[in-house]
C-alpha cells in the first residue's frame, strides 16, 4: 500500500484529534486541529476530517458549510457505529465524501484517507451494512 502524504484538518475534540494523529502516523500530516475556528477558515487542505461522537455539534451544517465555502474539500467523516447510521444519509447530502468507524481496523482507515484525499467516495464495508439494516 502505497503512502499519500496529504495535509489534513481534523474537526473534533482534542482527544479524536490525538487518535487519529496516532493512527495515521507516516500516513498523513495533521495540520490544523483547532476545532473551536471555523471549519472553513484554512485555504490549503485536500482532506477534512469531521470525527463525528457526539450530538453537540451539527455536523451536517459544518459538512454543508465547508462544501459550500470550499467546494473542491474532500471530507471524511469518522464515527461510530451509532452516528454512521443515524447520519450517514443527511451527511451524504451535505457533500461527505467518505466515512468510516472509529473501530474499524488501521488499515481501513487509511484506505478511507487515500480515496477520499483522490476525491473518490468511500464507504467503511461495516457502514454500508449497518445502513442496509437501519429502517
Known sequence: MSK???RTR???SKSD???LRSLLSGVIDIV???FSKSPTDQTSEELIIIAVDLDLLNHIEVCRRIITERPTAN???WTDSYHATKYHNQLMRAGARGFCLTDSARE????AVQQVSEGLPFCDP???ALVKQSP
Open 4 to 6: 499519500h502524504r496529504s
Open 17 to 19: 484529534v490525538e487518535t
Open 10 to 12: 481534523v474537526i473534533g
Open 75 to 77: 471530507v471524511l467523516v
Open 126 to 128: 461495516a457502514i454500508t
Open 108 to 111: 481501513t482507515l487509511i484506505e
Open 32 to 34: 490544523e486541529t483547532n
